[in-house]
Structure formats: C-alpha cells, structure tokens
C-alpha cells in the first residue's frame, strides 16, 4: 500500500485541555498514538548496532530497506529471522520508562483512545505489554508484521490508525509520540502533533522543525494534557525537559 502524503496543518497545534474547563472553540484531541523502542520502553539501542553487524551492513544503511532490497524471498526471511532473534533476546531485557504506568492511568480515567506504530515485530510488543500494561488496551496496533503499510517515516501506520477511529480529519486531532525522527517525521506527515521524549542520543530533534513538543519523562504529558496541549515547534520551550 502506497504513503498518503498530507499537507500538515497550521503549527503551532493546541488541543482543548482534558480537565474539561476549555473556554472559546478548540479541537479537541482524540488519541495518541506511541512508538514503543525508546518511547514505552528505555531505548535498547546496542540492537541496532547488532542488527547492523548481522547484516554486514553499516550505520548509513536502514535496515528494514536493506532487508527489501535484498535479491529473493528466502534472503529476505534469512534476514528477517536473524533480526528477530535479536529482538527476542533483547525484549527479556525491557524496562519500562520512568512516568509509563502513571500517564497510561491518567489516559484511561480520561477514555483517551491509544494505538501504537513501531517498528518493532509483534514479539517484544506483546511482551512488554503483557509485563508492563497489563491492564491497559491498545487499537490497533502496527508493527513491522502489519501487511501493507509502509513503516515509518511513512505516515501510513498513523492515517491507518486515524481511519481505524474513524477521524474526519485524518490525523490532525491525533498525537503522535516517540524519541526519534522516524516517529517525528510520520506523525507531522500524517497531520498529528508530534512529542519527543528526549534522550540523550536526540536531544538535537528538540529544534526540528517536525518536533511539536518535547518531555523528559512520560508523565510529564499529564499536566500538558490537562492543561491544554499547546506546540512550540521553534526550541520545545514550552517543555518540561528544558
């Protein structure tokens, strides 16, 4: 299935606070859509680095374009396989980020719709729900199993979610959040406003012109939710992280 490019709306984005005393008309946000690597989970990067040597390939390459250029299906699945061992080993390792439980709480009491768009293959997101949000429910969920969809930086896991809730408006009362610009670019992409959970491997997207918001932990979003989400794509300074 071929990427639907949209034309991003009017930045910077504001939603209507969640504590429900909004005056004037504003949109008001009907779910967020997470990244799971670095997002839900602290970031495993050391797999990519493993990935990459699996491959034989170096760090200018993507691996999941390497793997589709490759010559036939049975290379394809070799290199799959050897990415998905890696993946299984690393998911017992997963520890959920600092703010995880408190914010899903927070967007449960609030009936926030929550989808997830990874990269990831289905495995070590089941596993991470299933240990970490067991009580907690996502939909849909895109993984890199998901038939037909580009991954990101595509923004078709998002306009996928978007039709899947049934949006108007693509993904302009959506966002999206992540740590890195795969996640930022698919999410400005598809319409919605995009959040970087700030590490220290992409404290230099907190400038990027994709980046919307920026926090240092997960539940730094509840106070930005209730009080009303407004962007500041110029520097992140109206994020908790500065």
């Not at 959506?174 to 590490?199: E, K, P, Y």
């Given at each position: 299935?071929?990427?639907?490019?949209?034309?991003?709306?009017?930045?910077?984005?504001?939603?209507?606070?969640?504590?429900?005393?909004?005056?004037?008309?504003?949109?008001?946000?009907?779910?967020?859509?997470?990244?799971?690597?670095?997002?839900?989970?602290?970031?495993?990067?050391?797999?990519f680095t493993q990935m990459r040597a699996a491959l034989g390939i170096d760090?200018?390459?993507?691996?999941?374009?390497?793997?589709?250029?490759?010559?036939?299906?049975?290379?394809?699945?070799?290199?799959?396989?050897?990415?998905?061992?890696?993946?299984?080993?690393?998911?017992?390792?997963?520890?959920?980020?600092?703010?995880?439980v408190q914010l899903m709480d927070y967007l449960e009491r609030k009936n926030?719709?929550?989808?997830l768009c990874t990269r990831n293959f289905e495995a070590p997101v089941t596993?991470?729900?299933?240990?970490?949000?067991?009580?907690?429910?996502?939909?849909?969920?895109?993984?890199?199993?998901?038939?037909?969809?580009?991954?990101?930086?595509?923004?078709?896991?998002?306009?996928?979610?978007?039709?899947?809730?049934?949006?108007?408006?693509?993904?302009?009362?959506?966002?999206?959040?992540?740590?890195?610009?795969?996640?930022?670019?698919?999410?400005?992409?598809?319409?919605?406003?995009?959040?970087?959970?700030?590490?220290?491997?992409?404290?230099?997207?907190?400038?990027?012109?994709?980046?919307?918001?920026?926090?240092?932990?997960?539940?730094?979003?509840?106070?930005?939710?209730?009080?009303?989400?407004?962007?500041?794509?110029?520097?992140?300074?109206?994020?908790?992280?500065?």
């Amino acid at each position: 299935m071929a990427s639907i490019a949209q034309n991003p709306p009017p930045r910077p984005r504001r939603f209507a606070p969640l504590k429900g005393d909004s005056e004037g008309a504003q949109t008001k946000l009907q779910g967020i859509v997470f990244d799971v690597d670095g997002t839900l989970c602290l970031p495993q990067h050391y797999m990519f680095t493993q990935m990459r040597a699996a491959l034989g390939i170096d760090r200018s390459v993507d691996i999941l374009d390497h793997i589709r250029a490759l010559p036939s299906d049975e290379a394809r699945s070799e290199a799959v396989a050897k990415i998905q061992a890696i993946e299984r080993e690393a998911m017992l390792a997963q520890q959920p980020q600092p703010g995880l439980v408190q914010l899903m709480d927070y967007l449960e009491r609030k009936n926030m719709r929550r989808a997830l768009c990874t990269r990831n293959f289905e495995a070590p997101v089941t596993h991470l729900l299933q240990n970490h949000l067991p009580d907690h429910i996502f939909e849909p969920i895109i993984t890199r199993d998901t038939p037909n969809l580009l991954p990101k930086p595509e923004p078709a896991g998002i306009l996928h979610i978007a039709r899947q809730w049934n949006l108007d408006n693509h993904a302009e009362s959506m966002i999206m959040v992540g740590d890195s610009i795969d996640d930022m670019t698919s999410g400005h992409t598809a319409g919605a406003a995009t959040v970087l959970l700030v590490n220290e491997r992409n404290t230099h997207l907190k400038e990027h012109h994709h980046t919307d918001l920026c926090i240092s932990r997960l539940d730094d979003l509840i106070d930005i939710l209730e009080n009303g989400f407004v962007g500041d794509n110029s520097a992140g300074s109206s994020s908790t992280s500065q």
